[in-house]
């Protein structure tokens, strides 16, 4: 243990912790910008600066180490106007336009800015000419960005994709994408990650919510709107109400409230996936050598980038399924559309996911297969959707419950923890349980592959078709891990779910953002909470998903079902051009 | 009014002048990796602060040539602007009156030489072809990346045995460079731009001659993989090393009595004790090598044996052949080669050179070998005959000086023009023809020139000629091994194109260099020889390194390390160099900034844990 003091409070931490840690287990709270927990510990926005006694220089709190007997100052005067002095300098290559940023009231370097006074500009303003790739679902704005380096780190620390890197040197050192000249062009899977980390606006999901006004108003158009599971557990953060008040049932309000047509949940097709997943996977599981093993997940579109971009020769063990967002729009344009006798080139289809790299995955060639045009029209993430209520002055604490509509609105306790991760292989299991068995297993008996660990591993015995053996993962960089070991040929699996941000779609890149913390275990639970009180838990026990295949696709794998309800991974292509 | 006034420096003057001394050190320890155009834009603008402004071209020139190559680095410029650049350039060092703006234009001029696709880039892309690859200076300019804070930060809290385990994990070899490395490390320590570089390889030395017995760490399960290495120097023992750890079965095949290569045939006693060689090849031996002397591959057993019963191949020859100087009377009697001389005395033949006058050619390192062997061996008088300037030789200056202060005449600007022989065929004297310094070539190095002087007669009962050495490489013409220039040819990878079990490195690859360089060669050829056998071994340690002091350390002078005094070592082969106190490694390891912390280190490339 070492001893010292800070701001006149003796105290007593372990050895190698650092000051910043030493002074908030103290109730002392120093400011800090670019620090993340675990991910960026660099001291390269020097805001946390303390004094050290005996010392001329100031030192970083948050890299360093307290030695014995120190005696620190966390705000003396001198402390303070050297903060402020770096403030000053950072605003100088700020483009400070916070009206017009979306994170206004949720940004680091605004807060900062407040507290310490910054009226009067002693420093000539220099921004860059830096034009925005509006090509990619994430936006850079060159201008906002404070060198805090997360971005950075989280792709190379938390998802292993090293996209971002810093660019020059000297003065005109930045942030950008490492061996590619735009996100576009690089191998970005767009997962988000670097988005809800970063401390200021300078990474942003594309607004695409102009598009869904305007089709609002179309009176030409049928708009029909699906909300993904993980949605629910986070929509309502940034208006401060608890899960319990914010219900799937207010969220469908709120949508409806907004002018949808048809508000229908993202947890109908995931119950569908499962159906055509579950059965896919039987189909290969008793045909063991015609296929690639393990089979793996597909319904994470950063995933599928990921292997696509990363490791080509893993591309045949994706599932052929799409992704419940996909096949919620190809049923939508096809079986809905005929149902409610609508010619589905004037219906559109508008997600709302947790996600932004389901912005990417709609706009792919190859999701095209109701009528021609895009089977999902528009995609906006979960803080597009708190933007568009708080736009159209929707209180979600004034309105009241209302359910889904019909038939494309209902869902299982099994699909709503696809928003979690492990829930799609919990709910994978469960309905190829009963497809080999004809009886259903307990709904909890998988609960192995729950949790937040990064990578687990069960084994579950299906009487009558064996042993299957099971790995979740989710992040990126264990994602990485989990794919050396198999082609390495250390570890075997027949099943793996992936999904690229730390604990599933609740954790996505599109989700509110609440600096420094991480929401991903508190909304999952949210999620499994509401499974646990479903009164359906198997995605085969939906009757609207059931009557999908008596009136229209006939049985999973069908003709139709293929055609509408899987794809061919290999019909498009990651960008080649690495220049 | 005073006529004349004695010159006295203004106080501004004078700081300034200590600026500049202070500007020089900071750009000597520029790291590698920077912007090379934001780098000579900030040149040309320090160059155009010097114009008197008397002239046009260098006044308002190089100030509008610096506007042109701001626009290049703000992503305003386009390839229009690279002509107007050049075009400009070309101008001022056409018409500028004096060297101030001439050469600041050339400095730019050199730039599209060296980098125009770096300007391209900028225009194109707008961004740099450059990036800090390792931002941690002494680390990155280790041929072998042995992690330098770490070590000096162990030295510093007195753990010199995790000192030596630490740099094991990059250099097996820790003894032989704490005594004899050329130390690059040193070159752009950050510590140059507080006062000067901290005595790594000083530090490194005080920490291996305290650390005791350090046994190495256990070797991986063995694969059942075998391989040959041809050639026992620092390369082959280097690259056995590591191929021992990952449990590969290893066997060295040395032409020579003895392991060590260089380190024993080139390096004399004195600068590195043969029981402390001995010592560190036991060490290396200790995991396990099987190990052949006085085998010479390609005679005594051939290259296609070795190909088809070993899985990998590592050629590490060295370059053991001397150079001739082809001057008429070469092959009288008592002329030899540095490598015949360096080579007896690394079998502990030492031959009396009582009495005799001994004139050495050549200017490099194993010139100033032999020349202070020589002095050991007895020698009445050595002199050192070199074509160019004393400040133009390849030798470390601390050789030189070292070779003076032990008796040794250096004749600088003598060409050898021919060996005179008694009548018994015996070399009488070296006739050289004096030089005079001429020309700088295209790198810059000043050419010699014949003065207009008569030649000299420089008497000698024994002439050693030490121009260079180079690749033995009869024997292995009809291995399929590509050669060039009279050395191997092999990939970054040491791996030889076209033959995926072949590897080679170090002198045999890159001509005679340093013992840091054959080490680091053996390094990557070990790992990638792992990896073309299948396997993905991790060299690691489990040394924790100390956290930084936060206080840094005031200017303070370098603690230099102090060789014994000239007459009295210049009597025996033993260890020339005092190694610090404790008192001065204590203060010298504390001048070290932790680069592998403070600054860009902590977010990238402080520490690479394992390979």
């Given at each position: 243990m070492v001893t010292l003091v800070i701001d006149n409070k003796t105290v007593c931490v372990p050895e190698g912790t650092s000051i910043l840690d030493a002074a908030r287990t103290a109730s002392i709270d120093i400011p800090t910008l670019c620090y993340l927990k675990d991910l960026n510990e660099i001291g390269a926005c020097r805001i946390c600066m303390v004094e050290v006694e005996g010392q001329d220089t100031l030192v970083a709190a948050c890299d360093n180490e307290v030695h014995e007997g120190m005696v620190i100052h966390t705000n003396s005067q001198k402390v303070r106007m050297t903060r402020r002095v770096n403030l000053q300098l950072l605003l100088s290559q700020h483009e400070v336009n916070c009206v017009k940023c979306t994170r206004s009231g949720n940004c680091k370097l605004q807060k900062l800015s407040n507290d310490y006074n910054l009226l009067g500009a002693p420093y000539q303003k220099k921004l860059r000419p830096a034009p925005v790739d509006y090509s990619a679902p994430i936006l850079r704005f060159e201008n906002r960005c404070v060198k805090c380096m997360r971005c950075v780190q989280v792709c190379d620390k938390m998802q292993g994709v090293h996209i971002w890197d810093l660019v020059g040197t000297g003065s005109r050192t930045t942030v950008g994408t490492a061996r590619a000249n735009s996100l576009s062009s690089s191998l970005c899977t767009y997962c988000g990650q670097c988005v809800t980390h970063c401390p200021v606006g300078a990474l942003e999901e594309r607004d695409d919510t102009d598009h869904v006004y305007r089709m609002l108003a179309d009176p030409e158009l049928t708009t029909v709107v699906q909300v993904a599971p993980a949605v629910r557990a986070a929509w309502a953060e940034y208006f401060g109400l608890a899960p319990e008040q914010a219900t799937p049932g207010v969220l469908a309000s709120a949508l409806r409230e907004l002018g949808f047509d048809y508000v229908f949940d993202t947890n109908f097709s995931a119950d569908l996936t499962i159906m055509e997943e579950g059965s896919e996977f039987l189909a290969r599981f008793t045909h063991k050598d015609a296929y690639a093993w393990p089979m793996f997940t597909s319904c994470c579109p950063g995933w599928v980038r990921f292997v696509k971009g990363q490791f080509p020769q893993f591309s045949k063990n994706l599932s052929t399924a799409k992704s419940p967002q996909q096949m919620f729009g190809a049923v939508a344009k096809s079986y809905f559309a005929e149902k409610i006798g609508v010619d589905p080139k004037n219906m559109r289809v508008i997600s709302v996911m947790p996600c932004t790299s389901k912005k990417a995955e709609a706009e792919l060639p190859t999701m095209r297969d109701a009528c021609g045009d895009p089977d999902v029209d528009v995609v906006i993430t979960t803080r597009e959707l708190v933007r568009m209520l708080r736009c159209s002055m929707i209180d979600p604490a004034a309105l009241e419950e209302s359910s889904f509509d019909s038939p494309l609105g209902s869902g299982t306790g099994a699909a709503v923890i696809f928003g979690a991760t492990g829930g799609v292989m919990d709910a994978a299991l469960r309905s190829a349980y009963y497809l080999v068995t004809g009886k259903n297993p307990d709904p909890d008996a998988f609960t192995a592959v729950r949790g937040m660990q990064g990578w687990k591993e069960a084994s579950f015995e299906i009487p009558g078709a064996g042993t299957v053996r099971t790995a979740v993962v989710s992040g990126l960089g264990n994602t990485r891990k989990l794919l050396e070991v198999i082609a390495s040929g250390l570890a075997q699996y027949d099943f793996v779910e992936v999904m690229a941000c730390p604990g599933g779609c609740a954790g996505g890149g599109g989700q509110p953002i609440h600096d420094g913390v991480e929401c991903a275990e508190q909304r999952g639970n949210v999620l499994w909470g509401l499974d646990k009180t479903s009164a359906l838990r198997f995605s085969h026990e939906n009757p609207d998903v059931q009557a999908l295949y008596t009136e229209f696709l006939e049985k999973p794998l069908s003709k139709r079902s293929h055609h509408l309800l899987h794809t061919d991974i290999d019909a498009w292509q990651m960008p080649q051009n690495l220049g | 009014m005073s006529r004349l006034d004695i010159k006295t420096a203004s106080k501004a003057?004078?700081?300034?002048?200590?600026?500049?001394?202070?500007?020089?050190?900071?750009?000597?320890?520029?790291?590698?990796?920077?912007?090379?155009?934001?780098?000579?834009?900030?040149?040309?603008?320090?160059?155009?602060?010097?114009?008197?402004?008397?002239?046009?071209?260098?006044?308002?020139?190089?100030?509008?040539?610096?506007?042109?190559?701001?626009?290049?680095?703000?992503?305003?410029?386009?390839?229009?602007?690279?002509?107007?650049?050049?075009?400009?350039?070309?101008?001022?060092?056409?018409?500028?009156?004096?060297?101030?703006?001439?050469?600041?234009?050339?400095?730019?001029?050199?730039?599209?030489?060296?980098?125009?696709?770096?300007?391209?880039?900028?225009?194109?892309?707008?961004?740099?072809?450059?990036?800090?690859?390792?931002?941690?200076?002494?680390?990155?300019?280790?041929?072998?990346?042995?992690?330098?804070?770490?070590?000096?930060?162990?030295?510093?809290?007195?753990?010199?045995?995790?000192?030596?385990?630490?740099?094991?994990?990059?250099?097996?070899?820790?003894?032989?460079?704490?005594?004899?490395?050329?130390?690059?490390?040193?070159?752009?320590?950050?510590?140059?731009?507080?006062?000067?570089?901290?005595?790594?390889?000083?530090?490194?030395?005080?920490?291996?001659?305290?650390a005791g017995d350090v046994p190495n760490p256990p070797c991986e399960q063995s694969t059942g993989k075998r391989v040959a290495i041809i050639g026992g120097g620092p390369s082959g023992l280097s690259c056995a090393y590591y191929l021992r750890l990952m449990g590969h079965g290893v066997t060295i095949f040395e032409e020579k009595k003895k392991l060590g290569g260089m380190l024993r045939y080139g390096i004399p006693a004195y600068r590195f004790p043969r029981e402390k060689l001995d010592a560190e090849i036991s060490s290396i031996l200790s995991t396990g090598v099987e190990v052949h002397t006085g085998v010479t591959v390609g005679k005594d057993i051939s290259f296609e044996q070795l190909h088809k019963d070993y899985d990998c191949l590592y050629v590490a020859i060295g370059a053991h052949t001397d150079k001739k100087t082809g001057i008429p009377g070469e092959s009288s009697k008592n002329v030899m080669s540095a490598v015949e001389m360096l080579r007896a005395i690394g079998d502990d033949v030492m031959t009396d050179f009582t009495g005799k006058r001994v004139v050495v050619i050549g200017g490099g390192n194993v010139a100033m070998d032999v020349t202070r062997s020589s002095a050991r061996l007895g020698a009445a008088s050595v002199t050192c005959v070199y074509r160019r300037r004393i400040a133009d030789m390849t030798a470390l200056p601390d050789e030189v000086k070292g070779a003076i202060a032990e008796g040794a005449e250096v004749r600088e600007l003598c060409a050898p023009v021919r060996i005179e022989a008694n009548e018994a065929g015996e070399a009488a004297a070296l006739w050289v023809q004096p030089q005079i310094i001429g020309f700088a070539d295209k790198t810059g190095r000043p050419r010699p020139e014949t003065a207009d002087q008569p030649e000299e007669r420089i008497p000698a009962d024994l002439i050693v000629v030490a121009i260079g050495q180079g690749v033995e490489i009869a024997g292995f013409e009809q291995t399929g091994i590509p050669i060039r220039r009279g050395t191997f040819m092999a990939e970054s990878s040491s791996q030889i194109d076209n033959m995926e079990t072949v590897f080679a490195g170090g002198d045999c690859v890159t001509g005679p260099a340093t013992a840091i360089r054959a080490i680091a060669a053996g390094k990557v050829a070990a790992a990638n020889i792992d990896e073309q056998l299948g396997f993905h071994h991790e060299i690691r340690t489990d040394v924790e390194i100390p956290a930084p002091h936060l206080d840094v350390c005031p200017p303070r002078g370098r603690v230099n390390t102090k060789e014994r005094e000239a007459a009295q070592r210049k009597c025996d082969f033993e260890d020339i160099e005092c190694g610090m106190t404790h008192e001065e490694a204590c203060a010298e390891s504390g001048r070290c900034l932790r680069c592998d912390h403070f600054g860009y280190g902590i977010f990238k490339g402080g520490r690479t844990e394992r390979w």
């Amino acid at each position: 243990m070492v001893t010292l003091v800070i701001d006149n409070k003796t105290v007593c931490v372990p050895e190698g912790t650092s000051i910043l840690d030493a002074a908030r287990t103290a109730s002392i709270d120093i400011p800090t910008l670019c620090y993340l927990k675990d991910l960026n510990e660099i001291g390269a926005c020097r805001i946390c600066m303390v004094e050290v006694e005996g010392q001329d220089t100031l030192v970083a709190a948050c890299d360093n180490e307290v030695h014995e007997g120190m005696v620190i100052h966390t705000n003396s005067q001198k402390v303070r106007m050297t903060r402020r002095v770096n403030l000053q300098l950072l605003l100088s290559q700020h483009e400070v336009n916070c009206v017009k940023c979306t994170r206004s009231g949720n940004c680091k370097l605004q807060k900062l800015s407040n507290d310490y006074n910054l009226l009067g500009a002693p420093y000539q303003k220099k921004l860059r000419p830096a034009p925005v790739d509006y090509s990619a679902p994430i936006l850079r704005f060159e201008n906002r960005c404070v060198k805090c380096m997360r971005c950075v780190q989280v792709c190379d620390k938390m998802q292993g994709v090293h996209i971002w890197d810093l660019v020059g040197t000297g003065s005109r050192t930045t942030v950008g994408t490492a061996r590619a000249n735009s996100l576009s062009s690089s191998l970005c899977t767009y997962c988000g990650q670097c988005v809800t980390h970063c401390p200021v606006g300078a990474l942003e999901e594309r607004d695409d919510t102009d598009h869904v006004y305007r089709m609002l108003a179309d009176p030409e158009l049928t708009t029909v709107v699906q909300v993904a599971p993980a949605v629910r557990a986070a929509w309502a953060e940034y208006f401060g109400l608890a899960p319990e008040q914010a219900t799937p049932g207010v969220l469908a309000s709120a949508l409806r409230e907004l002018g949808f047509d048809y508000v229908f949940d993202t947890n109908f097709s995931a119950d569908l996936t499962i159906m055509e997943e579950g059965s896919e996977f039987l189909a290969r599981f008793t045909h063991k050598d015609a296929y690639a093993w393990p089979m793996f997940t597909s319904c994470c579109p950063g995933w599928v980038r990921f292997v696509k971009g990363q490791f080509p020769q893993f591309s045949k063990n994706l599932s052929t399924a799409k992704s419940p967002q996909q096949m919620f729009g190809a049923v939508a344009k096809s079986y809905f559309a005929e149902k409610i006798g609508v010619d589905p080139k004037n219906m559109r289809v508008i997600s709302v996911m947790p996600c932004t790299s389901k912005k990417a995955e709609a706009e792919l060639p190859t999701m095209r297969d109701a009528c021609g045009d895009p089977d999902v029209d528009v995609v906006i993430t979960t803080r597009e959707l708190v933007r568009m209520l708080r736009c159209s002055m929707i209180d979600p604490a004034a309105l009241e419950e209302s359910s889904f509509d019909s038939p494309l609105g209902s869902g299982t306790g099994a699909a709503v923890i696809f928003g979690a991760t492990g829930g799609v292989m919990d709910a994978a299991l469960r309905s190829a349980y009963y497809l080999v068995t004809g009886k259903n297993p307990d709904p909890d008996a998988f609960t192995a592959v729950r949790g937040m660990q990064g990578w687990k591993e069960a084994s579950f015995e299906i009487p009558g078709a064996g042993t299957v053996r099971t790995a979740v993962v989710s992040g990126l960089g264990n994602t990485r891990k989990l794919l050396e070991v198999i082609a390495s040929g250390l570890a075997q699996y027949d099943f793996v779910e992936v999904m690229a941000c730390p604990g599933g779609c609740a954790g996505g890149g599109g989700q509110p953002i609440h600096d420094g913390v991480e929401c991903a275990e508190q909304r999952g639970n949210v999620l499994w909470g509401l499974d646990k009180t479903s009164a359906l838990r198997f995605s085969h026990e939906n009757p609207d998903v059931q009557a999908l295949y008596t009136e229209f696709l006939e049985k999973p794998l069908s003709k139709r079902s293929h055609h509408l309800l899987h794809t061919d991974i290999d019909a498009w292509q990651m960008p080649q051009n690495l220049g | 009014m005073s006529r004349l006034d004695i010159k006295t420096a203004s106080k501004a003057q004078t700081v300034v002048d200590r600026l500049y001394k202070d500007m020089e050190r900071r750009i000597a320890s520029s790291p590698p990796g920077l912007c090379p155009i934001d780098m000579s834009l900030t040149f040309l603008q320090l160059c155009h602060a010097q114009s008197c402004g008397k002239c046009v071209p260098c006044r308002i020139g190089l100030g509008q040539l610096a506007a042109l190559m701001g626009q290049v680095l703000d992503g305003t410029g386009t390839m229009l602007t690279i002509d107007t650049i050049e075009k400009t350039a070309r101008a001022i060092v056409a018409s500028a009156d004096c060297a101030i703006g001439r050469d600041a234009a050339q400095l730019v001029l050199s730039g599209f030489e060296g980098f125009r696709d770096d300007y391209v880039n900028h225009v194109q892309h707008h961004r740099c072809l450059a990036s800090l690859q390792n931002p941690v200076p002494c680390v990155s300019l280790c041929p072998a990346g042995v992690d330098v804070p770490g070590y000096v930060a162990l030295v510093r809290e007195g753990r010199y045995a995790d000192a030596v385990r630490l740099i094991r994990k990059d250099n097996p070899m820790p003894t032989a460079c704490a005594y004899i490395c050329e130390h690059p490390c040193e070159a752009r320590c950050r510590r140059n731009m507080v006062d000067a570089p901290v005595n790594i390889r000083g530090l490194k030395r005080y920490a291996v001659d305290h650390a005791g017995d350090v046994p190495n760490p256990p070797c991986e399960q063995s694969t059942g993989k075998r391989v040959a290495i041809i050639g026992g120097g620092p390369s082959g023992l280097s690259c056995a090393y590591y191929l021992r750890l990952m449990g590969h079965g290893v066997t060295i095949f040395e032409e020579k009595k003895k392991l060590g290569g260089m380190l024993r045939y080139g390096i004399p006693a004195y600068r590195f004790p043969r029981e402390k060689l001995d010592a560190e090849i036991s060490s290396i031996l200790s995991t396990g090598v099987e190990v052949h002397t006085g085998v010479t591959v390609g005679k005594d057993i051939s290259f296609e044996q070795l190909h088809k019963d070993y899985d990998c191949l590592y050629v590490a020859i060295g370059a053991h052949t001397d150079k001739k100087t082809g001057i008429p009377g070469e092959s009288s009697k008592n002329v030899m080669s540095a490598v015949e001389m360096l080579r007896a005395i690394g079998d502990d033949v030492m031959t009396d050179f009582t009495g005799k006058r001994v004139v050495v050619i050549g200017g490099g390192n194993v010139a100033m070998d032999v020349t202070r062997s020589s002095a050991r061996l007895g020698a009445a008088s050595v002199t050192c005959v070199y074509r160019r300037r004393i400040a133009d030789m390849t030798a470390l200056p601390d050789e030189v000086k070292g070779a003076i202060a032990e008796g040794a005449e250096v004749r600088e600007l003598c060409a050898p023009v021919r060996i005179e022989a008694n009548e018994a065929g015996e070399a009488a004297a070296l006739w050289v023809q004096p030089q005079i310094i001429g020309f700088a070539d295209k790198t810059g190095r000043p050419r010699p020139e014949t003065a207009d002087q008569p030649e000299e007669r420089i008497p000698a009962d024994l002439i050693v000629v030490a121009i260079g050495q180079g690749v033995e490489i009869a024997g292995f013409e009809q291995t399929g091994i590509p050669i060039r220039r009279g050395t191997f040819m092999a990939e970054s990878s040491s791996q030889i194109d076209n033959m995926e079990t072949v590897f080679a490195g170090g002198d045999c690859v890159t001509g005679p260099a340093t013992a840091i360089r054959a080490i680091a060669a053996g390094k990557v050829a070990a790992a990638n020889i792992d990896e073309q056998l299948g396997f993905h071994h991790e060299i690691r340690t489990d040394v924790e390194i100390p956290a930084p002091h936060l206080d840094v350390c005031p200017p303070r002078g370098r603690v230099n390390t102090k060789e014994r005094e000239a007459a009295q070592r210049k009597c025996d082969f033993e260890d020339i160099e005092c190694g610090m106190t404790h008192e001065e490694a204590c203060a010298e390891s504390g001048r070290c900034l932790r680069c592998d912390h403070f600054g860009y280190g902590i977010f990238k490339g402080g520490r690479t844990e394992r390979w």
